[in-house]
C-alpha cells in the first residue's frame, strides 16, 4: 500500500500570502488529521476530518482552515500569512477516528514565509 | 494547565545499552498514551500504544511502561543500536474543542546512539 503523500514538499510564500497544502491519505484510511510541527512548540494538532466532516479542531486562529473530499483526500489553507507560520505541515491518516488508533503520517510540506 | 514532558536535552547512549526515554504528563487522564519516531526531515512513525489498563507492553526490542498514578510513561529501547539515533515522541488523548479526544504530543527527546 502507499503511504500518506503530500504536496507540495516546499514551498516559500511571502507574508500576506495564503497557501494551500494537500494530502492524500491511505487507501481505505477516512480519518486525517493535521498537524504543525516547529521546533519551539513541537507537534500542534490544527484539525482532524472523518468522513468529510471535521471532527476537532485545535487552538490555531481561523486563518487555518481544511476541508477533506469524497474520497478522503484532504487540503489544508492558510491565508494572510505570518512569518510564524513557517512550519513543518505534517498530515496523518488512519482507519478511523479515535485517539487509538495508530497514525500514518505523511513526510510533511515545509512552509517558510518570507 | 495540561503539561506533556519529555526531555529536551539529547540522551547519548553506548551501542548494545538501554535506553530509557521519560514521558511525563499533569493535569491529563489519558487512556491511551502512544510512542512515536522520528528522523530528521520525515513524518513520525508509530511505534507502540499502551492503554491505561496496561503496566507494561513489549514489541521486539521496545518496552512501554505505563503509570497513572506517577502520570509517567517510560519506553526503553534495549540493545540499542545506532539505527536507533531519531527523536522519539510521547502522545497522549487530550480532549480537543469539539469534546473529541485528539492526540497530544510532547515535544520529544533526542536518542543518539554511538558505535
Known amino acids: 500500500k502507499a503511504g500518506v503523500t503530500q504536496t507540495p514538499r516546499y514551498l516559500i510564500k511571502t507574508r500576506g500570502q495564503q497557501v494551500t497544502l494537500s494530502c492524500s491519505p491511505i487507501?481505505?484510511?477516512?480519518?486525517v488529521s493535521w498537524y504543525q510541527q516547529t521546533p519551539g512548540q513541537g507537534l500542534q494538532f490544527l484539525f482532524e476530518y472523518f468522513s468529510e466532516t471535521q471532527r476537532n479542531k485545535g487552538n490555531f486562529p481561523g486563518r487555518f482552515s481544511g476541508r477533506q473530499f469524497s474520497n478522503s483526500r484532504s487540503e489544508m489553507n492558510v491565508s494572510t500569512l505570518e512569518l510564524g507560520d513557517s512550519a513543518l505541515y505534517l498530515c496523518?491518516?488512519?482507519?478511523?477516528?479515535?485517539?487509538?488508533?495508530?497514525?500514518?503520517f505523511g513526510p510533511g510540506t515545509r512552509l517558510t514565509v518570507l | 494547565s495540561q503539561k506533556i514532558e519529555q526531555n529536551s536535552e539529547a540522551l547519548n547512549i553506548q551501542e548494545g545499552k538501554t535506553a530509557t526515554l521519560t514521558c511525563n504528563y499533569t493535569n491529563y487522564s489519558p487512556a491511551y498514551l502512544q510512542w512515536y519516531r522520528q528522523d530528521p526531515g520525515r513524518g513520525p512513525v508509530f511505534l507502540l500504544l499502551i492503554r491505561e489498563n496496561e503496566k507494561e507492553k513489549r514489541k521486539e526490542r521496545l518496552k512501554v511502561t505505563f503509570d497513572t498514578t506517577l502520570k509517567q510513561s517510560l519506553f526503553h529501547i534495549t540493545a540499542s543500536q545506532p539505527a536507533d539515533s531519531a527523536t522519539y515522541l510521547c502522545a497522549l488523548d487530550g480532549r480537543g474543542n469539539s469534546g473529541y479526544s485528539t492526540l497530544t504530543f510532547g515535544k520529544g527527546t533526542m536518542l543518539l546512539v554511538s558505535p
Open positions: 487507501s481505505g484510511h477516512r480519518s
Open positions: 496523518a491518516s488512519s482507519t478511523t477516528s479515535g485517539v487509538w488508533n495508530e497514525q500514518f
